[in-house]
């Protein structure tokens, strides 16, 4: 059997608990004890959304094929409201190379792509021209990486196609007027309509068999599993930890070989 972990940086960053284990690897250790191949993709973007995963399996960097099971925790990168200046720099960036080894061995130094390339190819270019926000960030206008329509009626779908192996872990929600320790690396806080998050996150219930639904904690759980309205304390960490390790164990397509042994 081989699993594969995708995520944003909120699979890698545990400054708040950086002597501990982050659920990630706690699974990947899980795994390799019940003899389960492991293969961990934490934060390989500068900017790492759902849609650089689909890209790198559209490329053929990753080969869905060869996994029994799929954990991916990404969306807030394509879902936070950015001022232009951010959007433009994670949008046009120059190409780097890609590659599997890349991707899992890669950990310094992220791969900067250009977004918009795949985007148009993805999407369809008649999809990209949606308006921005209303609200300003520091004297900008802000945009997401993609609009709600783009993330139900196409992005959703394409992640239906691997519903049987795919474990999903929802984004939660942005409590109202709490940053945590954000505003340590940003005295100003976040943009005033960061919480556009929590429409794309409620898009996401009841469309995957194995979700981990994060949208479910109230303000309370947020405030003590996450340090910043977006990464996780170790609380938070456990909790994800244990809710993984409920679905694998209730779930007996995980005694399933795949279809099909990938290269890579």
Same mark, same amino acid.
Not at 87 to 94: D, L, M, P, R, S
Not at 188 to 212: D, L, Q, W
């Given at each position: 059997?081989?699993?594969?972990?995708?995520?944003?940086?909120? &699979?890698? !960053?545990? +400054?708040?608990?950086?002597?501990?284990?982050?659920?990630?690897?706690?699974?990947?250790?899980?795994? $390799? $004890?019940?003899?389960?191949?492991?293969?961990?993709?934490?934060?390989?973007?500068?900017?790492?959304?759902?849609?650089?995963?689909?890209?790198? /399996?559209?490329?053929? !960097?990753? *080969?869905?094929?060869?996994?029994?099971?799929?954990?991916?925790?990404? =969306?807030?990168? $394509?879902?936070?409201?950015?001022?232009?200046?951010?959007?433009?720099?994670?949008?046009?960036? #120059?190409?780097?190379?890609?590659?599997?080894?890349?991707? /899992?061995?890669?950990?310094?130094?992220?791969?900067?792509?250009?977004?918009? @390339?795949?985007?148009?190819?993805?999407?369809?270019? %008649?999809?990209?021209?949606?308006?921005?926000?209303?609200?300003?960030?520091? =004297?900008?206008?802000?945009?997401?990486?993609?609009?709600? #329509?783009? !993330?139900?009626?196409?992005?959703?779908?394409?992640? +239906?196609?691997?519903?049987?192996?795919?474990?999903?872990?929802?984004?939660?929600?942005?409590?109202?007027?709490?940053? =945590?320790?954000?505003?340590?690396?940003?005295?100003? &806080?976040?943009?005033? @309509?960061? %919480?556009?998050? %929590?429409?794309?996150?409620?898009?996401?219930?009841?469309?995957?068999?194995?979700?981990?639904?994060?949208?479910?904690?109230?303000?309370?759980?947020?405030?003590?599993?996450?340090?910043?309205?977006?990464?996780?304390?170790?609380? &938070?960490?456990?909790?994800?930890?244990?809710?993984?390790?409920? /679905?694998?164990?209730?779930?007996?397509?995980? *005694?399933? $070989?795949?279809?099909?042994? =990938?290269?890579?």
């Amino acid at each position: 059997m081989n699993a594969l972990i995708f995520t944003d940086s909120r &699979g890698e !960053h545990k +400054q708040s608990f950086f002597r501990k284990k982050i659920f990630t690897e706690k699974i990947c250790k899980y795994f $390799e $004890e019940k003899n389960i191949s492991c293969d961990i993709m934490l934060c390989p973007f500068k900017w790492t959304t759902t849609i650089d995963f689909i890209q790198c /399996i559209e490329e053929k !960097h990753i *080969n869905p094929d060869k996994y029994n099971i799929i954990i991916l925790f990404t =969306g807030v990168v $394509e879902y936070s409201p950015r001022p232009l200046s951010n959007f433009n720099e994670a949008y046009y960036k #120059n190409n780097e190379r890609m590659s599997f080894n890349r991707l /899992i061995l890669n950990r310094s130094h992220k791969i900067a792509n250009n977004k918009r @390339n795949f985007f148009m190819k993805f999407f369809d270019e %008649n999809n990209l021209n949606f308006k921005n926000y209303d609200i300003q960030y520091k =004297g900008e206008n802000t945009r997401s990486l993609i609009s709600i #329509n783009m !993330h139900e009626k196409v992005v959703i779908p394409y992640l +239906q196609k691997y519903n049987e192996k795919l474990i999903f872990i929802n984004s939660n929600k942005i409590v109202k007027d709490w940053e =945590g320790d954000y505003l340590k690396a940003n005295p100003i &806080g976040r943009p005033k @309509n960061i %919480n556009i998050i %929590n429409e794309f996150a409620s898009i996401n219930r009841n469309k995957f068999t194995n979700f981990v639904d994060l949208l479910s904690w109230d303000e309370n759980d947020i405030k003590k599993y996450t340090i910043d309205n977006m990464h996780l304390t170790y609380d &938070g960490s456990e909790y994800i930890f244990k809710e993984i390790i409920k /679905i694998f164990e209730n779930s007996p397509f995980y *005694n399933k $070989e795949p279809t099909t042994q =990938g290269n890579n």
